[in-house]
């Protein structure tokens, strides 16, 4: 089953324009006094929104960025219930458009964007939890042993292609978790920089927000 212009039109455009809100921005602006944007690592994504902000407001934003992922997937899994099979091409194509939304928003001229791991992990825990599951429990061991978000991002995204290959084996799935990892290796540029030089900071945050 190939993607037609109307699944482009009903199916990978919502999903690109759901992923593109920028939650850790709104939040912010509504709830904070914090400029994600300017200060920290200037991302949006919930690790600096948590840093400036506190846990309550990047816990909100971790849930809301994973969740505009997730949901595009679990839509069209329910839209084609019933009928023909879902293709695992579309379902692939669908979670890849949401995380490409959430790192290049167009609410925000494709600028500012946020590098992915949360969007990523919803977009595919709607494919497979399995291979979601394998992917967090490396997070958290990385994370555990450097103490680096950054780090456990990275092998987490590693991790997932092979992660889902051995659930799914589907050679659409497969494709879709390399091209999701190598975005979010590509957004953290920088860090990975800073990781192979030794002056990534571990990870710390405020807890009431203020500047």
């Known amino acids: 089953m190939s993607i037609s212009l109307n699944d482009i039109l009903l199916l990978l455009l919502p999903a690109y324009l759901l992923g593109s809100i920028p939650f850790g921005l709104v939040l912010t602006r509504l709830f904070s006094t914090a400029d994600i ?5 200037g991302n949006i994504g919930a690790t600096n ?9 990047g816990l ?28 695992e091409l579309l379902l692939a194509a669908v979670a890849l458009a949401a995380v490409i939304g959430h790192m290049y928003p167009i609410y925000t001229r494709l600028r500012g964007g946020g590098k992915g791991v949360a969007t990523t992990a919803g977009a595919f825990l709607g494919i497979s939890a ?7 429990a490396v997070f958290g061991v990385v994370l555990w042993l450097n103490r680096r978000v950054s780090a456990a991002s990275l092998a987490a995204a590693g991790s997932l292609p092979p992660a889902l290959w051995i659930v799914c084996g589907s050679p659409a799935f497969l ?4 091209a999701a990892a190598a975005l979010v290796a590509f957004r953290h540029r920088a860090n990975i920089a800073r ?12 807890r009431d927000g203020r500047r």
């Not at 929104?49 to 407001?57: E, F, I, M, P, S």
């Not at 809301?64 to 879902?86: I, Y």
């Not at 494709?175 to 390399?178: K, N, P, Y």
């Open 37 to 41: 944007r300017r200060q920290g690592s």
């Open 130 to 136: 399995w291979a979601i599951l394998i992917a967090l």
């Open 175 to 178: 494709a879709a978790g390399i």
């Open 60 to 87: 909100v934003t971790l849930t809301a960025d994973a969740l505009k992922g997730f949901l595009p997937v679990l839509l069209v899994q329910a839209c084609r219930r019933g009928s023909e099979p879902t293709s």
């Open 195 to 206: 990781l192979l030089a030794g002056t990534e900071p571990e990870f710390e945050f405020r």
């Open 49 to 57: 929104v948590t840093r400036l902000a506190g846990y309550g407001l």
